[in-house]
């Protein structure tokens, strides 16, 4: 996972799919997963607190208000 975060963060400048579970919280992002029959990736599943997303990188430059 920390490679597709790395990919989407510097490679395509795209918020990475931990920060999005960060945002809209892991317990969220795991229920509405599991309520539309997708898989859970296996380190979402077994979150139990804490930030999915550990990279030092200016979050915010994902989400521009407008």
Do not use: C, K
């Not at 931990?18 to 229920?31: F, N």
């Not at 804490?50 to 979050?59: A, C, F, K, S, V």
Request: aromatic residues 8%; hydrophobic residues 40%.
């Amino acid at each position: 996972m920390r490679g597709i975060n790395r990919v989407m963060s510097r490679g395509l400048n795209w918020a990475p799919p931990d920060v999005l579970a960060d945002v809209i919280g892991p317990e969220s992002t795991r229920a509405m997963l599991e309520e539309e029959g997708m898989p859970v990736p296996p380190h979402l599943a077994a979150w139990r607190g804490g930030r999915l997303y550990t990279e030092q990188d200016d979050l915010g430059r994902y989400f521009i208000s407008g």
